[in-house]
């Protein structure tokens, strides 16, 4: 089977993925057992893609092995940087995705942001979406992709609505 771009992520009610500084403290809330399908998700991957500021986030909050330490970690960046266990990328993303695709391997998930999210749907190289709907509205932020002319069709695969009012919606895209 051949292995998908995945993005997995929460979403507010109004259609961000955090505040405009970049704060996801509307997250800071119980989460149902299951953890709305986490720990089954990251069995499904064994690579990670990170955006640059998404990266420097996950630094200061632990550092990416603090989501995974058996996955690929590679961070999208245009200034070149070395760190353990991460490889730094600044290959155009359609290069970067078939090489990726031709090795054996899971799925890979794309870990954000909005820049990264939408120059992998913009290069056609986003194949699944995976949004929690949080049951907040944040008013302003940065949104799920950066902005651009688009016209993108998607195709529900499923839908969940979880007890404390989340709502996992999740779309292929067809390439």
Do not use: C
């Amino acid at each position: 089977m051949a292995r998908k771009f995945i993005a997995y992520l929460a979403i507010s009610a109004d259609g961000f993925i955090a505040r405009k500084d970049g704060s996801v403290d509307w997250l800071d809330r119980p989460h149902p057992k299951g953890a709305y399908g986490m720990p089954a998700f990251l069995k499904s991957i064994d690579t990670i893609i990170w955006g640059r500021k998404t990266y420097d986030w996950a630094l200061s909050h632990g550092g990416p092995a603090s989501i995974s330490t058996t996955a690929k970690h590679y961070v999208f960046s245009t200034t070149p940087q070395t760190a353990p266990d991460v490889t730094f990328v600044n290959t155009p993303i359609p290069q970067f995705a078939k090489n990726l695709r031709r090795r054996a391997g899971a799925n890979i998930w794309l870990m954000g942001g909005a820049g990264l999210f939408g120059s992998f749907l913009d290069a056609n190289q986003l194949d699944e979406i995976i949004l929690h709907v949080i049951p907040t509205a944040i008013g302003e932020g940065i949104p799920l992709f950066s902005p651009a002319k688009r016209t993108v069709e998607m195709k529900l695969l499923s839908s969940r609505r979880f007890a404390d009012g989340v709502v996992r919606l999740h779309y292929a895209i067809p390439r």
